[in-house]
């Protein structure tokens, strides 16, 4: 019959095996009613190892043969009446809250406020991270084109209530006493030197973190000498492609360091304030997981979150401080990275944003309690007869889109091929520098920062300043806007491409009101302003392929109602078409260039499954099989924790009467064994209740035994208060099943690790990490 192997609340997990007989089986089936979904699991597929038959499959692969093999444990839900179920629910929540034997030192609430200090110190991180590059850069932007007479750490902003007109504020030339012009040639000489200056420097700090070999290197020709010693650094570009491989469980350590934070920090300082098309917010984005991830491992490892759930709550953290926007860091980590994370985790994710942004805005960076250099809020209403302009919008932006990653794709292939500039990465930047300077100085919308441009762009202006030259000179300012974004992106500095490609979007969006409002402003009375927040939320949608983060940021920086149809017209719109013509975003894009394909790439290339890449007979974890208890030296149990690491696994799998009941963390048995010497002896039991747990004691007597006994009718009796340690329950994959199989279980769910088992019997953990080690074994073997 049936082995029952978990058994929460109202739910019977159940796991046949293979000698389960087929009239058993088909009368068990009938009485329950099945919850779990198969349709997003591969069923077991046949390899050149092993043939189908001998996995209890038949050719046609049909359910019924697959059953006792499927890709997961089998969930049944008992039939019920649904008011006993809410009765008895009910009495369990009442009795866990009335009993009074319960204190704030019990683990319940432990942890609980263990895990809220832990989302509010990442929260912190992020919001101080933000606040050093935010107050850095905007005075060193400004230093370019002169100082502050008054107080020359100002910025010109903060030097200058009204920022056209001010005294105060003084170029080179002028304090120089050569000329009052402000694109005379000594203001450009010094301009173009500081921004090769500050983009050499950010290339500096940036050099100075680890660099780690692409994964594709070994597998080039012997004769392309130069692409083998390239390495990437790890505080290059934006790193939201490395926080997603992380998550995802590709691991490389030189992104995580603190070095590489620190140097991040102070290279995207120099890349912002040099004048390059680079922006700030997806560095953010790393920079504040890199800062969660060191929060996280300065705890203990017993009261450690899982290096995933720090990411993501970092992550959202500095996207909600990179746009002031709380709820769209939550959505973005959901949507950029999967949707994998339970629904109670999503809170975890707006409480790091909510505090993020509240201590940001208490630093206040910007000046007047902003939490973004650009806010603008539109008063105005819109007509039905505009959203056909509003779809011209989203067209036009996803072509622009498109564009802009066909052109990276371009430049990335030919010029940044070249032997040169492969070997001399400092070239690349001081050319793009030297071009940025010539392009930016005598052009009106290119002097500015991103944020100024985004600013300037999307504030309301009278319709009467509408002019024929002034869309003419936003029309060029688009074109080489988007060449110099073009030649930017991908230099070996940190740099991200949110708020550029909103820049490019602004504009766009801009020059099609500028157009709507000279045509057909007696009709429409469009406003060319809410046209330019539209472009630049597009742009952004048809370069990240992201659509409902980018909304909700959208609404959160206007905070209009009013415009919320219209701006999700125009991103759903530009997506689908950037989307059309591209089917890889930017991020996609440069991981790879980079050598590094995601893991639905890989495993999508390949059928390849478990067995393949796993000696199914040999490589067993350890695993602690209990019956009425166990007793075991503290140096037995050490050696096995070894022994399961050594494996790949950072879970030991927990077995009653020879029966799977789940899993302990090898972390939180080391730390209660941490203090123990090597020959003392202690007791594990299975504990019942409404939170299975297993029981930890210290036994008085040390026992002669070296070895792992079966303690049923041994009464002991114990020195130090029981340790509990929290049982978890994974899914059981089969050996027959395939490598991507269990990647839609990990994306699909919340879990950290599956349990794969042969003929019904547990033999290893696999986790997130190991699944990926396994992708990059197989894709190397390919070539």
Known sequence: MPRLVHVPPLRVTIIMDADTQADERDSLLPSLSFSTSYQSFDSPRESNNTPASECGLSEEGSFKDALPYLSSTLTAVLKDDWLAKALRSMRAWFGTRLDHTKSLSDPQYFSWGRNVLAVIMMGIAAAVVATIVDVAESRIFDWKYGICTVDWTASKPMCCSDYDD????????????????????????????????????????????????????????????????????????????????????????????????????????????????????????????????????????????????ALSIGSAAGMAVAFGTPLTGMVFVMEEYGRSFETSFALALLGGGMVAVAVLSGFNPYGGSRTVPWEVRYHTSWSSAELILFIIVGVASGILAATFIGGVRLWSLSFRRITLIKRWPLLDILLVALVTALSSFWTKYLRYGTSELLSDLTRDAPSEQVTMSEGGALGLSLLMKLALTVITTGLQIPQGIYMPSMALGSLLGRCIGDIAIAGLGSVLSPDPAVYAMAGAGAVMAGTTHLQL?????????????????????????????????????????????????????????HDTRVEDVWDVQDAATPCLNLVSGLEAHVRSLRAMLDSAELSGSHFLPILKYKSFIGCISNHSLRDVLSTLEGGVRVLLEYETGNTPRIVVSLLREPSGASHLLDMETQEEQYTLPPKRLALHYPAVFDCCSTLSSILNYFEESDADYICVAIYGTVRTVVTRERLADWAMSVSNNQH
Not at 250 to 265: F, G, H, N, V
């Open 166 to 309: 001010c005294p105060e504020w003084q170029t080179w030339s002028q304090i120089a006493g050569i000329s009052n012009s402000k694109t005379s040639a000594f203001n450009f000489l010094i301009y173009l030197i500081l921004v090769s200056l500050l983009s050499s420097l950010s290339y500096f700090w940036t050099s100075h973190t680890q660099a780690f070999r692409l994964h594709h290197l070994h597998n080039l020709p012997d004769g392309d000498v130069a692409e083998k010693k390239r390495s990437y650094f790890a505080a290059a570009g934006s790193g939201v492609s490395d926080v997603k491989q992380a998550i995802y469980g590709i691991r490389e350590e030189a992104p995580w360091a603190i070095s590489t934070l620190i140097m991040k920090t102070m290279g995207l300082i120099m890349s912002t304030s040099s004048g390059l098309c680079v922006g700030k917010e997806g560095p953010y984005v790393h920079m504040s997981a890199s800062a969660a991830n060191l929060v996280n491992q300065s705890v203990p490892a017993r009261f450690r979150m899982s290096s995933r759930k």
């Open 549 to 605: 983060s980018i909304i909700i940021m959208i609404f959160e920086s206007t905070r209009s109602w009013d415009y919320l149809v219209p701006f999700a017209l125009s991103i759903c719109t530009a997506k689908a078409v950037a989307s059309f013509f591209e089917r890889q975003n930017i991020y996609a894009l440069f991981a790879t260039l980079q050598g590094q394909p995601s893991l639905r790439t890989t495993l999508n290339a």
